[in-house]
């Protein structure tokens, strides 16, 4: 499952974005699965412009961010990106086809199971603070939240990662889990703090994430 490619790998990422979704845009998953599986590639940067063209609507229907060329293919979903890449790279994806299944399911667990609720929080949070709306609908998302990181918590137990040994569906968990980085829900499960420790620990993670900031650092917005 060695990789064998020796083009150029593109990943499109934004040239900027506010301060409170600095370190959180969905690049960041693939930067950090293609430091763990030491792919280079270079960080094709666009913006809004980019985003409404038709020739980017070509690559990303959506006009989203990431979106992956390598080889003549082109991908676009962080998450059908980074299950690629595993499959290229022992350190992501283990060998045997149990295994592999098993990090499969934990890759849909994190964007199925865990992202909507997290993703919908942080919706109320960042962009509806203060709506009257949000004044009974933010406690029951909150308690879906909790609900579902007790469940993660639970999971783990004493394992360091979800099957063992730090695969894909870690990274995509814990940049998952991040996007509570303005709460404190991650504080009050141990479990799960540490889990997120652990991987933001790794080489790969603090590299992805200097290389993110530091293209927004590079770009601020015109005065």
Request: contains cysteine; glycine residues 4%.
């Amino acid at each position: 499952m060695m990789n064998t490619h020796t083009n150029p790998i593109t990943v499109t990422a934004f040239r900027w974005v506010p301060p409170f979704a600095q370190g959180l845009v969905r690049d960041l998953r693939v930067r950090w699965a293609l430091e763990e599986a030491g792919l280079p590639y270079t960080a094709k940067l666009i913006g809004p412009e980019d985003q409404a063209s038709a020739e980017y609507r070509e690559w990303q229907p959506f006009g989203q961010v990431p979106a992956f060329a390598q080889d003549g293919l082109e991908l676009f979903e962080s998450g059908a990106i980074v299950l690629h890449i595993a499959e290229q790279s022992e350190a992501l994806m283990p060998n045997d086809a149990a295994g592999r299944a098993r990090v499969k399911t934990w890759l849909f667990a994190a964007l199925n199971s865990i992202e909507p609720a997290v993703q919908e929080l942080t919706v109320i949070d960042l962009f509806h603070s203060g709506a009257e709306w949000t004044k009974a609908r933010r406690p029951q998302v909150e308690d879906r939240v909790r609900s579902r990181l007790g469940a993660l918590a639970a999971w783990l137990g004493e394992r360091d990662y979800l099957e063992g040994r730090y695969t894909a569906a870690d990274l995509l968990m814990v940049t998952v889990l991040r996007n509570l980085r303005h709460t404190d829900l991650l504080t009050q499960v141990p479990t799960i703090k540490a889990y997120c420790e652990r991987c933001e620990a790794r080489p790969a993670f603090q590299k992805a994430l200097r290389d993110q900031l530091a293209d927004f650092v590079e770009h601020p917005p015109a005065a």
